[in-house]
């Protein structure tokens, strides 16, 4: 059981949007530990998308965009594409266990 | 190009030992706190340890504290996970990852911003 919750699975069409939620509690997202996303094809090295809650690092495209409010946080992929299927992890640090933490994945399926 | 490729990874018993290594090119590696991070089959990544730039803060999940020893050489621009008394548990892909601090009103915390390819452990009971 992962300390940050995610849905197992998403899907959607080409072109359309598609958003995947990922919630904690008050011992790190909560208390303003910031949340981070990555992509993650297997047998590829993770890739960080989203850091700090919203920044997109140099190269990912503005397609992917991150939000917070409270204890929870999401990252939107708008004009999905058959490259974005992959699993999706979101990461934060929680001070009830001293340990930086993952949510347990979120498999988005391309329609 | 910045780079991280680990190596080390194989087949060990139960209750044996691997050290595992990871090379770092393209950065000022002595510069950067870094850190190891594992995926066991079929489930998701799970933070298993890291390293202060300079050695002196290391910091480990409950699970396996007491048995992994996370080190690195700053001259060698390499970091290590020495990894004892192994369950079958311990049995992963195991990535060797940079962190960034992010300081968000106050608050500080890491990311991964790049990350090696990832060598496989396997532990046979």
């Known amino acids: 059981q992962s300390v940050l919750t995610q849905p197992p699975s998403v899907s959607g069409a080409p072109g359309q949007r598609v958003t995947i939620s990922c919630t904690g509690t008050s011992s790190n997202i909560g208390t303003g530990y910031a949340v981070h996303w990555y992509q993650h094809l297997p047998g590829t090295a993770p890739k960080l998308l989203i850091y700090?809650?919203?920044n997109r690092p140099s190269g990912v495209p503005d397609r992917f965009s991150g939000s917070k409010s409270g204890t929870s946080a999401s990252l939107a992929i708008t004009g999905l594409q058959a490259e974005d299927e992959a699993d999706y992890y979101c990461?934060?640090?929680?001070?009830?266990?001293?340990?930086?933490?993952f949510g347990g994945g979120t498999k988005l399926t391309v329609l | 190009e910045v780079q991280l490729v680990e190596s080390g990874g194989g087949l060990v018993q139960r209750g044996g030992s691997l050290r595992l290594s990871c090379a770092a090119s393209?950065?000022?590696?002595?510069?950067?706190?870094m850190s190891w991070v594992r995926q066991a089959p079929g489930k998701g990544l799970e933070w298993v340890a890291n390293i202060k730039e300079d050695g002196s803060e290391r910091y480990y999940v409950d699970a396996v504290k007491g048995r992994f020893t996370i080190s690195r050489d700053n001259a060698k621009n390499s970091l290590y996970l020495q990894m004892n008394s192994l369950r079958a548990e311990d049995t992963a892909v195991y990535y060797c990852?940079?962190?960034?601090?992010?300081?968000?009103?106050?608050?500080?915390?890491?990311?991964?911003?790049?990350w090696g390819q990832g060598t496989m452990v396997t532990v046979s009971s």
């Open positions: 990461q934060s640090y929680d001070s009830s266990l001293s340990a930086w933490v």
């Open positions: 700090a809650n919203i």
């Open positions: 990852a940079r962190n960034i601090e992010v300081v968000v009103v106050a608050t500080t915390t890491h990311s991964f911003d790049v």
């Open positions: 393209g950065f000022t590696f002595s510069s950067y706190w």
